[in-house]
């Protein structure tokens, strides 16, 4: 008896627990015309409460561009620090690099340096200008494949933050094929807000405003070479279509920035602005770039629109930097989640989209619900009828099973899709199998003239080994499906997972003390199987 009443007490407590978790959640539900009848803590899949599908391309090369760009900064002050002469150093196409020397005398010289630098870098072509000795350096292949990588690698994170920080729950974000990644975002409340802040590949460049450029040439659209005309971000202070003429090259981006808050003050009283935090390396090219610039206006562009474009004062030695204009509390706060999550080497255009209505949710919710019990039901009028009282005994198993299905679902905060209310009814039918093992093998023990307690002994011996092998293998099965699988096929592996470790409590143990206690206290002398 004591052992009886210490597995009940075990079975006891699991019970509250399971009641405990599902009872708060049974508040309202997260789909019209759904009160009461699915917890509220057990998150909804796209599948079934809407939402949005989006797949995204990573515009790769744009990080090689900038990843040059940023070389021959670097190529200058390394020709700096050795006393290096260098007439020009540019780039030039895609993502090669034009250096210029005066002379010829310092090739040795210069192909060394590049040698131990920049190692990625090889000379492609070498020859005589009147301008002195013209190098043309080529990235090579290794190195180009390497930024594409990461450019993908960075943009995979800087979404998956971009959305964390939205608050959206269960997202699912990966790669595929290619420069591709796939977002899906269940229960947004406001597609078109996330898709914006997706979408907004904040890539941050800093242009100088172009010199010596008249209104008239602004007007017709025809500037110095090297020299692009941007358009300025609406205010409350300038609500016209202004453009500002900008310096093609990008002298900074942002890549180096390690962080971006909003802040109160700046122009006038109370208005919202941006402080920019730089990394170790971009504090040391915003040096460089406003000492060698003062008194000359610097662009801050976010996606090809003029942000600011203050007037650099004095050298800025701390890596820190301000975007100022009329920005709303709400627009400040969406631009810092861009900037701070969003250092992207590259940008990232939406190539599909869909909008996943939670009607067709609520639909196969229901349809769900309504196979699940029409199958749960006809287990258990067929165990009752084929097995009387035992039977009874396997459907309140099987009630435990569904009930602990949905408390630890509840308990993690899982999501449900529509697959995995398919691995709920799947779990149903393996729920009762383990009762269906073990009772036709207590059949036959009685049938040999053993007694029930005998019987029921052997039974559950012999047939637990049988129920053990099924189960976990099966189990193996779901693992490996939650571990390479994706989105919905996730759902039905952790249903699955979850159902056959409650079936096998359920079926081996819960049962079990049921016939101990009615064999052992109550003495029954006869089963009803």
């Not at 399971?18 to 599948?47: A, Q, Y």
């Not at 029930?452 to 779901?478: E, F, H, K, W």
């Amino acid at each position: 008896m004591k052992s009886i009443g210490i597995r009940a007490l075990l079975v006891s407590v699991l019970l509250v627990i399971g009641i405990f978790c599902l009872i708060p959640t049974f508040s309202s539900s997260p789909l019209p015309g759904l009160s009461n009848i699915l917890p509220e803590k057990i998150h909804l899949g796209l599948d079934l409460q809407g939402g949005i599908h989006l797949v995204l391309e990573v515009e790769a090369d744009k990080a090689v561009e900038n990843a040059a760009e940023t070389y021959v900064e670097q190529i200058k002050d390394a020709l700096r620090a050795k006393k290096i002469g260098f007439t020009k150093v540019v780039r030039t196409g895609a993502w090669d690099i034009e250096v210029i020397l005066p002379s010829g005398e310092q090739l040795n010289e210069f192909n060394d340096s590049i040698k131990s630098d920049f190692s990625w870098l090889k000379p492609a072509t070498t020859e005589t200008t009147p301008e002195g000795t013209r190098l043309l350096l080529t990235m090579d292949l290794k190195k180009t494949n390497d930024l594409r990588t990461m450019a993908v690698g960075q943009a995979l994170e800087t979404i998956r933050n971009r959305i964390d920080q939205f608050g959206v729950r269960e997202p699912d974000i990966r790669p595929e094929a290619g420069d591709r990644i796939l977002v899906e975002l269940p229960g947004i409340k406001d597609p078109q807000e996330a898709i914006n802040l997706i979408g907004k590949t904040a890539v941050l460049e800093f242009k100088l405003v172009a010199q010596n450029v008249t209104d008239q040439e602004i007007h017709d659209n025809k500037l110095p070479p090297g020299a692009k005309l941007y358009p300025m971000r609406p205010s409350d202070r300038n609500s016209s279509e202004t453009k500002v003429p900008l310096e093609e090259k990008t002298v900074l981006t942002g890549q180096y920035i390690t962080d971006a808050r909003v802040g109160i003050g700046g122009r006038s009283f109370g208005e919202a602005h941006i402080s920019l935090n730089f990394d170790p390396q971009g504090a040391k090219l915003f040096d460089h770039l406003t000492s060698e610039n003062v008194g000359r206006k610097l662009a801050i562009v976010l996606d090809g629109v003029v942000y600011s474009d203050p007037v650099i004062k004095e050298r800025i030695p701390n890596g820190t930097a301000v975007i100022e204009g009329s920005y709303t509390d709400e627009e400040a706060k969406v631009l810092a989640i861009a900037l701070r999550t969003g250092r992207l080497p590259a940008p990232v255009k939406i190539l599909e989209q869909r909008t996943v209505g939670p009607a067709l949710g609520a639909d196969s919710i229901k349809n769900g619900i309504m196979a699940s019990a029409i199958g749960g039901l006809g287990i258990i009028l067929f165990m009752v009828v084929y097995y009387r009282f035992s039977g009874a005994i396997a459907d309140m198993a099987l009630a435990m099973n569904i009930l602990f299905i949905l408390a630890a679902m509840a308990l993690v905060g899982a999501t449900l899709t529509l697959p995995g209310i398919a691995g709920i009814a799947l779990t149903i039918g393996i729920a009762v199998d383990a009762n269906v093992l073990i009772y036709e093998r207590i059949r036959e023990e009685l049938r040999l003239g053993k007694t029930p307690r005998a019987a029921v002994d052997t039974g559950y011996q012999r047939a637990t080994i049988t129920i053990m092998d099924a189960n976990v293998t099966s189990l193996i099965a779901a693992l490996v499906l939650y571990q390479f699988g994706t989105g919905p096929v996730k759902g039905f592996a952790v249903t699955l997972s979850v159902g056959l470790a409650a079936n096998m409590f359920t079926a081996i143990f819960v049962t079990r003390i049921i016939f101990d206690y009615l064999l052992t206290e109550r003495r029954l002398k006869e089963l009803s199987i």
